[in-house]
């Protein structure tokens, strides 16, 4: 696994994923909730039920801004919604780190 809960992510294009086909999904930084489960039911903003139904591992995230999820099957099939939380595989996130800033750097040569 790319992430674990608490991460902030990069979504990306790395590996392959119905995520990759949802205008506006990619280079949204979002924050790790949980892990995603099969057949769990997600509704968007206008009131639409999506059941996820992936197979490999995936994250429920969440953003500053609302997530669009474009429909595969259903009765909302090609439609895009968009969510405060969604699933999203694993293999499309990148964790996002760095050095942690501190007022006082201990590894500074004194002026």
């Known amino acids: ?9 990069i979504t990306t294009t790395r590996g392959r994923s119905i995520d990759v086909a949802t205008p506006g999904i990619l280079g949204r930084v979002v924050e790790v909730v949980r892990a995603a489960s099969s057949h769990e039911v997600f509704v968007s903003t206008a009131g639409a039920r999506f059941q996820f139904t992936g197979t490999s591992p995936a994250w429920v995230v969440k953003s500053r801004d609302l997530l669009p999820w474009k429909s595969g099957a259903g009765p909302n099939a090609g439609q895009v919604h968009f969510f405060h939380e969604r699933p999203v595989q694993d293999a499309v996130l990148l964790p996002l780190g760095g050095v942690p800033v501190h007022d006082e750097q201990h590894d500074e040569v004194p002026a």
């Open 1 to 9: 696994m790319n992430c674990k809960p608490g991460d902030l992510a």
